[in-house]
């Protein structure tokens, strides 16, 4: 079993930054593609950034492209998400997850508020 631990939300201004973090543990975390969704208030789970295992490839939710970064530092077993230019409408619940053995992983996510 894959265990997801997110962290690094909190309350920033609008045009602020943050950097998520999740931390893996319990699988081949070089091996696991890495994705991060949210869910904003009312409003279904998006699709925010995945990663490749080596970290060469990525792709991004169109709301987020050029203001997220993801990143992973496979010797630590670590998810990043690099936020910048946050706005309101990046306010959400953070999740951190991957697929491994036919099972889909989910951390209990981190909240991320902008707000002036």
């Known amino acids: 079993q894959v265990q997801l631990v997110e962290s690094g939300g909190g309350l920033v201004q609008p045009g602020g930054s943050l950097r998520l973090s999740c931390a893996a543990s319990g699988g081949t975390f070089s091996s696991l593609t890495m994705r991060w969704y949210r869910r904003a208030p009312g409003k279904d789970r998006e699709f925010v950034a995945d990663i490749s295992t080596g970290g060469i490839l990525t792709d991004y939710g169109d709301s987020v492209k050029g203001r997220f970064a993801i990143s992973r530092d496979n010797d630590k077993n670590m998810l990043y998400l690099q936020m910048n230019d946050l706005r309101p409408e990046d306010t959400g619940l953070y999740y951190c997850?991957?697929?491994?053995?036919?099972?889909?992983?989910w951390g209990q996510g981190t909240q991320v508020t902008v707000s002036s």
């Open positions: 997850s991957t697929r491994e053995g036919g099972y889909e992983y």
